[in-house]
């Protein structure tokens, strides 16, 4: 999955919704059918075939998933077939349950989709939960956490490439400003973060760099243990190179003891279809070993 392979001849739904039928019956599932064909078809072939089940067979395939696979392999396939949306939903609200000050999933959720595909997530999870991704952020966190993670799952930002330096130039000022007083979670701080266009941002962060000698990052480690000081990084390098953060994600999971499966899960999910060529690559250039080969043996994934 996480290397979409789409064969040049897909077959049709109906023949791809009549295996997976197969593979349910019978005396115990077959997950490697289940994979040969949701594994290697995209997003809006997924969509059709889920769509495809349920006409012929009354039940939601997410449903008939669910009732086959277990653990570990059954999120991961849960989790895969879900529409982008319905999958960023769905861990947004996992996340607001589960919410401590060292959980990033809402921020990356905010910060590592387009404008369009997080206000689509907001729609779906109002679909899904009837309720706000928004009332649930305010509600479930507080404090400083509160104060960034509301707008930036609240935020539609400027996606486009036009980028004022007279502006970088004046918000990099203030941003060092704001850090070299330790006003981590000023206002206007957190306004810019949660509501420039990611162009905009890396070139003020550019500008940041140019005038005062550091990476903005270097600037809010003062305290290493500070954990919202460790989400204003991951903020920052979220909206300026995903590709980092989700490699120190996949490290952290792997080298951990034992596989970290959730958040390997939802990297591998997530990204397969975005950018996962750029992580796999950023893995190779920081570890000094390909990451297929860094992935534990009892793992499901392939990459």
């Not at 779906?124 to 509301?150: C, I, M, N, P």
């Not at 935020?155 to 330096?165: A, F, I, T």
């Not at 959730?262 to 690559?281: F, P, W």
Request: glycine content about 4%; some cysteine.
């Amino acid at each position: 999955m996480s290397t979409l392979t789409v064969p040049q001849q897909v077959p049709p739904v109906s023949e791809d919704v009549e295996l997976l039928r197969k593979a349910f019956s019978g005396w115990g599932t077959n997950e490697g059918l289940i994979i040969s064909i949701l594994g290697h078809r995209n997003a809006a072939q997924r969509k059709l075939i889920r769509q495809a089940y349920a006409e012929a067979y009354g039940e939601d395939l997410i449903k008939a998933l669910d009732k086959e696979l277990s653990n570990d392999f059954e999120r991961g396939v849960l989790i895969w077939t879900l529409d982008p949306a319905e999958r960023d939903a769905a861990l947004a609200n996992e996340a607001t349950k589960r919410w401590t000050s060292s959980n990033q999933v809402l921020m990356e959720i905010a910060c590592t989709r387009s404008s369009n595909e997080l206000l689509l997530a907001r729609q779906a999870y109002h679909a899904r939960f009837k309720k706000s991704l928004e009332e649930d952020v305010a509600h479930q966190t507080s404090g400083d956490f509160r104060k960034l993670l509301f707008p930036l799952v609240s935020s539609y930002r400027y996606d486009g490439d036009e980028v004022n330096m007279t502006l970088a130039k004046s918000e990099a000022k203030m941003l060092h400003e704001k850090i070299s007083n330790k006003a981590y979670s000023d206002e206007e701080l957190i306004r810019i973060l949660a509501t420039r266009s990611k162009t905009q941002i890396n070139a003020t962060l550019n500008q940041y760099k140019n005038e005062f000698g550091n990476d903005i990052n270097k600037d809010l480690k003062a305290d290493p243990k500070d954990e919202f000081l460790a989400l204003l990084r991951a903020t920052v390098k979220c909206l300026t190179r995903p590709e980092k953060y989700f490699e120190k994600v996949l490290r952290l999971a792997i080298n951990n003891r034992g596989t970290d499966e959730g958040a390997l899960t939802r990297v591998v999910t997530t990204r397969a279809e975005i950018d996962m060529k750029l992580i796999k690559d950023e893995y190779q250039r920081r570890n000094s070993i390909p990451l297929d080969r860094a992935i534990v043996k009892d793992t499901r994934w392939r990459l």
